[in-house]
């Protein structure tokens, strides 16, 4: 598959883990955001409306925001 690059912003936390990651977990971390950016982009509803809904599902599987930030500092 060919590929392109684009740059998104996130948080510094986060910039931080993925900078962090070895290249296969990047490779990994940009097969999973490929795939997440590419159904939220063909869906019907807006990015924001995907986005609360990833939260909300998040949030009612017990994801909170400090098990998210231990799961991105992991090494």
């Known amino acids: 598959m060919k590929t392109d690059?684009?740059?998104?912003?996130?948080?510094?936390?986060?910039a931080e883990a993925y900078r962090a990651a070895s290249d296969e977990e990047r490779r990994k971390i940009d097969s999973l955001l490929t795939l997440k950016l590419r159904s939220a982009t063909r869906s019907q509803m807006s990015i924001k409306t995907y986005m609360d809904e990833i939260s909300r599902r998040a949030k009612k599987r017990g994801l909170t925001p400090e098990i998210l930030k231990s799961l991105l500092n992991e090494e």
């Not at 690059?5 to 986060?14: C, G, P, S, Y």
């Open 5 to 14: 690059q684009i740059t998104i912003r996130v948080d510094k936390e986060t």
